[in-house]
């Protein structure tokens, strides 16, 4: 008589954790045309109560009509410096299957100029989001009654001005 074994594949001590991805799509969710539609919905989303204590970096993602998929805060540091994590905001954009992704972050001294190390970790994280099929559309700094669009002011070239230049 041939003895059957339970499969090792079945049996309850090799289940593991479960990922779960969880983000409600609204109804009529809103597009991002320029800039100061993505500065509006940020000031909308970021915590207030941080805005001028200490600097946080926050990220929409958008499907390929410039709809917004959703914000996530991708991390929080000091009164002047906070530490980008990149893999989080990879993660997010490609979990929620996003086209581009706005990078945002604060300056609680209230002046939204860039520092180079903000134009630096902008070109780096560019770079990151290519290797993944992501597009970076902007980064904007954020102060309480101000923001600044780096891609507005040519601190990088974003990837919808290099196709409109023929770029790659």
């Known amino acids: 008589m041939i003895k059957s074994k339970k499969s090792p594949v079945l049996a309850d001590d090799w289940a593991v954790s479960r990922f ?5 799509i609204k109804a009529n969710p809103k597009v991002v045309r320029d800039s100061d539609d993505a500065a509006r919905i940020l000031h909308k989303m970021w915590d207030k109560d941080l ?8 990220a929409l993602y958008l499907d390929s009509r410039s709809q917004c998929l959703g914000f996530r805060l991708i991390s929080t540091g000091k009164l ?3 530490n980008l994590d990149t893999p989080l905001l990879l993660s997010c954009g490609l979990l929620s299957r996003a086209h581009s992704v706005i990078i945002a972050h604060n300056h609680p001294a209230g ?9 630096r970790t ?23 009654d101000t923001w600044h669009s780096m891609a507005d002011a040519r601190n990088f070239i974003p990837y919808w001005k290099r196709k409109e230049d023929g770029r790659r």
């Open 122 to 144: 902008t070109l780096q994280v560019m770079k990151s989001m290519e290797l993944v099929g992501l597009k970076l559309y902007d980064h904007i700094i954020l102060s309480q």
């Open 111 to 119: 002046d939204p100029t860039p520092s180079r190390a903000d134009i």
């Open 20 to 24: 779960k991805i969880k983000y409600c």
């Open 51 to 58: 805005m001028n204590v200490q600097e946080q970096i926050g």
């Open 80 to 82: 002047n410096l906070t």
